[in-house]
């Protein structure tokens, strides 16, 4: 989830000031490409999404931004359609366990569930070219295309 939501020029009083709202998924995919410099088939793939709805959802993202920057409008980033994918880890014994990202954001550090060594290191996110689906915590939001994106 982006930390800020809510993007607002200066100088503009409320009452006339117009917003742009960009989805998490458009924010999530601006931020594979602009940021992190990926490819758009990277990009696809981290979001578990096609590259054609990558582009799509990328292209929707770039035309909002620069609305709001030229034409001097808030942006709020919420909603769209998208999961959240649960954290792999495994122990130094083999053993591999999946974490909802919720529960990781407030825990103390990985401990397995079978023998309570520490966690080694996370892995890649299960939806990580494996699919995500049907597994763990999910969070959904009203669709607003038809691409589910998996962040
Ligand atoms: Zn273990």
Redesign the pocket.
């Known amino acids: 989830m982006p930390g800020v939501t809510y993007f607002k020029p200066a100088g503009i009083p409320l009452r006339s000031l117009e917003e742009v709202r960009l989805s998490v998924e458009e924010a999530e995919a601006l931020r594979l490409k602009e940021l992190e410099g990926l490819e758009q088939e990277q990009g696809a793939e981290k979001m578990n999404i096609s590259r054609q709805t990558f582009q799509r959802v990328l292209a929707s993202a770039r035309q909002k931004v620069a609305d709001a920057l030229l034409n001097g409008k808030a942006i709020r980033i919420e909603g769209g359609n998208f999961e959240i994918s649960p954290r792999r880890f495994h122990?130094?014994?083999?053993?591999v366990w999946e974490t909802p990202f919720e529960a990781i954001a407030e825990a103390a550090p990985q401990l397995?569930?079978?023998?309570?060594?520490p966690a080694v290191e996370p892995l890649m996110p299960v939806g990580f070219g494996c699919g995500g689906k049907g597994r763990g915590w999910r969070r959904r939001r009203p669709a607003v295309g038809n691409s589910k994106a998996s962040i």
């Open positions: 122990c130094a014994n083999g053993h397995c569930p079978v023998c309570n060594a």
